[in-house]
């Protein structure tokens, strides 16, 4: 069965400071990972999948398959990235079922 | 375009009651995917619909029910409430046949049961 571990519920760093937001997964297949995020007040939304290699936001992640993690990174934090992140894995390989971890509240400091 | 939509937007039911939630997917997507999500969880996938019928399902007992009409909007239904099925239930929409496409979702029905 497929798992998804996020270790930090809570993560509070200052404006300006490199952010790491922790993933890790249990899947013995080729998964395909995701970042969502939900933003106060708005609902949940994809930032980024492994799958497009892109940027977004200044936010990356790089699916490292031999320790199994997708941890999410941002070099310099901005306030406005203060929001609920949640790591999620598609066993499925096209969308058909997300597994979500318990999600990384982050917030940005001035 | 208004995105997913959902309703009702809060419910209060008893333990035992059944009760329906409605979702109507973003439009030009086929396939409609529940999720139950508890206070201080990350969201729990409880099935999916696709052409009308229920192409995955997540580990939830046959109390949870759902169904997909031809316009491709979607109702999920639980019968006999117990006091643990208070959550958020998330609908959220894709498009299949697209390869790897983004699921949509929306507000969410928050659901309490005393």
């Known amino acids: 069965a497929q798992r998804v571990t996020q270790p930090e519920k809570l993560l509070s760093v200052f404006k300006g400071a490199p952010v790491e937001l922790k993933c890790n997964y249990s899947?013995?297949?080729?998964?395909?990972l995701f970042w969502y995020v939900q933003y106060s007040r708005q609902r949940l939304q994809l930032l980024l999948r492994?799958?497009s290699r892109e940027s977004i936001k200044g936010f990356t992640a790089d699916l490292n398959k031999g320790e199994t993690s997708f941890h999410l990174k941002k070099p310099f934090a901005q306030e406005e990235d203060s929001a609920m992140y949640y790591c999620?894995?598609?066993?499925?390989?096209?969308?058909?079922?997300?597994?979500f971890g318990k999600g990384t509240l982050l917030t940005v400091n001035p | 375009d208004a995105g997913v939509t959902q309703s009702p937007t809060h419910l209060i039911k008893t333990r035992g009651q059944q009760v329906t939630l409605r979702c109507s997917p973003k439009s030009g997507h086929d396939t409609v995917s529940w999720y139950q999500q508890a206070l201080g969880q990350g969201p729990q996938f409880i099935f999916q619909?696709?052409?009308?019928?229920?192409?995955q399902r997540g580990n939830f007992p046959d109390r949870f029910s759902g169904h997909q009409f031809p316009n491709y909007s979607s109702e999920l239904n639980v019968n006999a409430l117990l006091l643990g099925d208070s959550a958020l239930y998330l609908c959220?929409?894709?498009?299949?046949?697209?390869?790897?496409?983004?699921?949509?979702f929306g507000p969410g029905t928050r659901l309490t049961v005393t």
């Open positions: 899947y013995s297949g080729s998964p395909e």
């Open positions: 492994h799958i």
């Open positions: 619909y696709y052409e009308e019928e229920e192409r």
């Open positions: 959220a929409s894709s498009l299949t046949g697209g390869g790897v496409t983004e699921q949509y």
């Open positions: 999620a894995l598609d066993s499925g390989g096209s969308n058909y079922k997300l597994t």
